[in-house]
C-alpha cells in the first residue's frame, strides 16, 4: 500500500492511493490519512482508490474513522475512481450517506 499526497490549496488535500487497504496496511493508511483528516483547514478530503485492487474490513475501519474526523469540523470525503467491486462493498456498507463518491479526482476538485 503507498499513498502519495497532492494539495490544492490550504482546504483540498488529494490522497492517491494504491495497493490493498488490509490488516496488514491499515495502521500505515491510519498514520497516512488521519492527521490530514484532522487539519481544521483542510475541508475536502479526496481518496483517489483507482489504484486500490482491494478493501478489507480493516481498510473500511481506516476510511470511515478519517471520514468522522472530517465531519467533525464540517469537511468533507470525496472517494473518487472507485471499480465496480469496491464500489459494492462501499455500497452495501453505506460509506455513500456519509461521503460522496465521485467518478475522478478531477470532478471531485471541481464539485
Do not use: Q, Y
Request: aromatic share 4%; hydrophobic share 50%; charged share 25%.
Amino acid at each position: 500500500m503507498k499513498v502519495e499526497w497532492e494539495r490544492h490549496g490550504d482546504a483540498t488535500a488529494v490522497a492517491v492511493i494504491t495497493g490493498s487497504l488490509n490488516a496488514l496496511t491499515a495502521t500505515e493508511l491510519e498514520g497516512e490519512l488521519i492527521p490530514v483528516a484532522r487539519e481544521a483547514k483542510v475541508t475536502r478530503l479526496v481518496l483517489d482508490l483507482s489504484g486500490v485492487a482491494m478493501v478489507s474490513s480493516a481498510g473500511l475501519r481506516v476510511l470511515l474513522t478519517a471520514i468522522k474526523e472530517m465531519r467533525a469540523h464540517s469537511g468533507e470525503v470525496c472517494m473518487a475512481g472507485l471499480g465496480a467491486a469496491n464500489r459494492k462493498i462501499f455500497e452495501m456498507v453505506g460509506f455513500f450517506n456519509f461521503s460522496r463518491e465521485c467518478a475522478s479526482v478531477a470532478d471531485a476538485l471541481d464539485g
